[in-house]
């Protein structure tokens, strides 16, 4: 039997923790995934919680939570993994975009919707020159870091805009697809990460 669990990290510590698991809250879950091999590009995936709230703990005005006082904001790091025996698969990862109380007859109820990664890296500005073999930062111009990357496999080279976007190494499964495509020449300039990926994919 497949069981679902979704945690949120409520108190910002970059750790999933099983008292932050709010699967026994839900009463809808639903995700779209945002990465799919037969697409072009990779749009963001996104996430909708429905979850019983008698007590308001899912509101942000509550102080007396029991996810604690001032835990439940925005932009907190969610995740959503399938448990089937003794294996855990990952489903979504992202952050909450928006927190919305629901107030029905005889039940109260509230709403998460988050966002995954995609949606993060639209937002990080990228440039790679051709050639080259430097990869770390390499300098700016007008604000917009120059990034020297190791031209060879695309996967290094998504490995090199993740770092430069300060992404974390946990977070990045799926994102090295092992193409094994190898390039001579690339260059991007001024664009975002989510946009070097997307060309990246087209190689």
């Known amino acids: 039997m497949v069981s679902i669990k979704f945690f949120v990290d409520w108190n910002n510590d970059a750790v999933f923790s099983s008292t932050e698991d709010i699967s026994t809250d839900i009463r809808r879950l639903s995700w779209t995934r945002g990465r799919e091999a037969e697409q072009e590009a990779t749009p963001a995936g996104t996430a909708t919680i429905e979850l019983k709230d008698p007590a308001g703990d899912y509101s942000p005005h509550r102080s007396t939570s029991k996810w604690g006082a001032g835990n439940v904001t925005l932009n907190r790091e969610v995740l959503a993994q399938a448990v089937y025996g003794v294996t855990t698969y ?113 190689h």
């Open 90 to 202: 990952g489903l979504f990862r992202g952050r909450i975009q928006s927190l919305r109380p629901q107030i029905t007859a005889g039940e109260q109820r509230a709403s998460i919707f988050c966002i995954d990664g995609m949606d993060e890296l639209s937002r990080k500005i990228f440039s790679a020159p051709i050639g080259g073999s430097a990869t770390g930062p390499g300098g700016s111009s007008n604000g917009s870091a120059f990034y020297g990357v190791t031209i060879g496999s695309t996967d290094g080279i998504i490995d090199n805009i993740l770092d430069n976007s300060s992404w974390a190494v946990a977070r990045r499964v799926g994102l090295t697809a092992n193409i094994g495509t190898t390039l001579s020449q690339w260059w991007q300039y001024n664009i975002s990460a989510k946009a070097a990926l997307d060309e990246l994919e087209r």
